[in-house]
């Protein structure tokens, strides 16, 4: 038989593509969160208080960031502070995921949601000895965005009680 270098890159060529993540402009699983997409300010904050985050898609459309800054009057004690969190939102064996990293060193691991075009849950993993958490939001037909943090009890992964919650506008 007799060794033909046409075809075998051809055959090569057919095997790369083949093997290849999916092109761009394939649907990432990201659709039916895009109405998070856009720039947030914190409405009826606190004195002294303010927030602004920004949801983003990234990599061709196929990830989704946000990146969030909270500053914190000094009240009862505590002096003010600022929180700054980035979260990447991805698609990973046919589910959303996403990992959260902040500027107190936390770091959740979330699995993605989407309950409708206009609203999500992303919740953490269940671990005996540590805490769960819990963060949705919910788009409101006012054009505002709701969001809820809820952390549930080492032991309890299913009692979650209200942590912080926000409502934003969006700016842009």
Do not use: C
């Amino acid at each position: 038989m007799m060794f033909r270098p046409g075809v075998a890159i051809a055959v090569m060529l057919m095997s790369a593509v083949a093997t290849a993540p999916g092109q761009p402009g394939t649907p990432s699983g990201l659709t039916s969160l895009r109405f998070l997409l856009g720039d947030w300010t914190a409405v009826n904050t606190a004195p002294g208080e303010s927030g602004r985050f920004t949801f983003s898609l990234g990599v061709q459309d196929r990830i989704m960031t946000r990146t969030n800054a909270a500053n914190y009057a000094a009240r009862n004690g505590r002096p003010a502070s600022r929180h700054d969190d980035f979260m990447i939102i991805y698609a990973e064996g046919g589910k959303l995921k996403a990992d959260y990293f902040d500027s107190e060193q936390h770091v959740i691991r979330y699995v993605v949601e989407p309950r409708s075009d206009h609203e999500v849950v992303f919740a953490s993993a269940a671990k005996p000895s540590e805490p769960r958490y819990r963060l949705s939001y919910t788009a409101r037909s006012d054009g505002t965005l709701a969001g809820q943090f809820d952390v549930a009890p080492p032991g309890q992964p299913d009692g979650f009680k209200p942590y912080l919650s926000w409502t934003a506008r969006k700016r842009r």
